[in-house]
């Protein structure tokens, strides 16, 4: 784990563990940076990702403080697909088409915060509604952390719900874009080579570092993206 990272999970821990409460004050960027023997930049930054995603709250010539309970929701809420196809009254199941280990690429070892051409677990699998694809995840997952991640039957029990109990979630990071599909993705999502799709890219921590990072693709007539903010008063 990279300084950065290590600065953001540091306070995570803080807040996670009850230790800083809401409005508690957070380390200020100079003492970030000697105590993690970091830039002020790299503390300003890691600070700032801190305060987009909800968790704290900078105020010029304050300080930063732990934000309200109320506010730390984001609207990409990481929920399980197959709780969401379910809660509709609708049929949900799930095709594997790829669950191995192999060299990590570049961009996956990046992701990941490993050295490239370590051994990761590499798993395809497309999410079905009422038989239609809703969803292909591509997902590539540090063995360190869950050694047990091939073993598994990903068409009775999701990625989701599985690393949930091994390796809870404490941090996650997302990219949205949106894309036309190659041909291969067409025949996965069974859709026409112009219709658009919305990719998420994510990223997701538990306490021992950086566990997995996915690749979430949707048909755009099959998705909606949506959430609900509460902001304190």
Request: glycine fraction near 4%; proline fraction near 6%; charged fraction near 25%.
């Amino acid at each position: 784990m990279n300084k950065f990272s290590k600065i953001k999970q540091h306070i995570y821990l803080k807040i996670e563990s009850g230790e800083w409460p809401e409005n508690h004050p957070v380390s200020s960027e100079n003492a970030l940076s000697a105590q993690f023997s970091v830039s002020r930049m790299t503390a300003r930054r890691a600070l700032q990702e801190l305060a987009d995603e909800g968790l704290v709250i900078r105020t010029q010539g304050s300080g930063t403080y732990v934000a309200p309970i109320k506010s730390q929701t984001s609207f990409m809420a990481i929920r399980n697909i197959a709780d969401e196809v379910r809660s509709r009254g609708h049929d949900y199941r799930a095709k594997v088409h790829m669950l191995k280990e192999q060299p990590a690429s570049t961009q996956v070892a990046e992701a990941l915060e490993l050295e490239e051409g370590s051994p990761v677990f590499h798993s395809l699998i497309t999410h079905y509604e009422n038989d239609l694809p809703v969803q292909l995840e591509e997902r590539f997952v540090n063995p360190k952390l869950v050694p047990d991640y091939l073993k598994q039957d990903y068409s009775k029990v999701t990625p989701h719900e599985y690393l949930c109990v091994v390796s809870p979630l404490t941090e996650a990071s997302h990219q949205i874009e949106a894309i036309l599909p190659v041909n291969t993705l067409c025949q996965y999502l069974s859709i026409d080579r112009h219709e658009p799709c919305l990719r998420i890219l994510r990223r997701t921590w538990s306490s021992g570092g950086v566990v997995t990072f996915a690749t979430l693709t949707h048909p755009g007539s099959r998705f909606k993206l949506g959430g609900h903010l509460t902001f304190k008063e």
